[in-house]
């Protein structure tokens, strides 16, 4: 029994096959002009890792979630993100009752129960403060080379410097006037990655934030965004091995069950 899941992002296409309780191949590309194209390519991607010289129509069963959900002509079912976050995070570490989910474009908040279903959410897809999209660019402001030293950066402050505005244009501004200032590059970084864990926290203000907490989402590699929402929630933060697949490994496990029905 083969499924797939495929979740297609603002940012990112993230494509998981599995098979017998386990994954057995995933891919992820970044969306260009072309949804289908890149939905149609990750998958493939996915199928070559996976050791299988099949089409995608060979598959089971197949459910898309994500931005692009219904442009996924090849996928059997389609699925809302949150269902399927909520489900991939929950295989991963079973533990789950929190996760905080940030992507390209949107932030998530998801409670669950100890089945993985969904008690309440929040989302945040209305605005890019608190999102990777926001630290996109004020890494570009602050002349950082590349997204994956932002984190590292961070890390090295002592005294991050306070970013206000819950704007991500007024918080543009606001930096460009703190780097004149003088104040110290890695305390602006950390003030940006600060900012980023108030804006999350904000929107959770009607969830509660049980343990296990968990982090997903391309973000939660980034160790200064992890270490600035630990501070905000006052607990660990749990990341996946793979945490940018969650939403996609949802999506294959709702495939599979069904399939089962």
Do not use: W
Request: charged content about 20%; some cysteine.
């Amino acid at each position: 029994m083969l499924t797939a899941g495929i979740d297609v992002g603002a940012a990112t296409a993230k494509a998981v096959i599995f098979q017998d309780g386990k994954i057995i191949g995933y891919a992820i590309q970044p969306v260009g002009h072309d949804i289908k194209l890149v939905a149609h390519e990750t998958s493939k991607e996915a199928l070559h890792r996976a050791g299988l010289s099949i089409s995608i129509e060979d598959l089971d069963y197949i459910v898309s979630t994500g931005y692009a959900r219904n442009s996924i002509e090849f996928a059997n079912k389609t699925m809302s993100e949150i269902i399927c976050h909520a489900k991939g995070a929950h295989f991963t570490i079973p533990s789950t009752r929190f996760i905080i989910d940030m992507g390209g474009q949107d932030s998530k908040a998801i409670e669950v129960d100890q089945d993985g279903n969904i008690i309440n959410f929040a989302m945040n897809d209305k605005c890019a403060a608190g999102t990777g999209r926001f630290l996109e660019v004020m890494a570009h402001i602050l002349q950082v080379e590349s997204m994956d030293e932002m984190g590292p950066l961070a890390l090295k402050s002592n005294e991050p410097c306070p970013i206000s505005s819950t704007c991500t244009v007024f918080a543009e501004t606001e930096l460009v006037v703190l780097r004149a200032g003088g104040k110290n590059r890695n305390d602006l970084i950390a003030g940006v990655h600060k900012a980023v864990a108030s804006r999350v926290a904000a929107m959770t203000a009607n969830l509660n934030c049980n343990p296990d907490a968990v982090f997903t989402g391309g973000v939660a590699r980034n160790t200064g965004v992890k270490k600035y929402l630990e501070e905000e929630f006052e607990r660990e933060f749990l990341v996946p091995d793979e945490p940018q697949i969650i939403g996609a490994l949802g999506a294959a496990l709702i495939a599979q069950t069904q399939l089962l029905k």
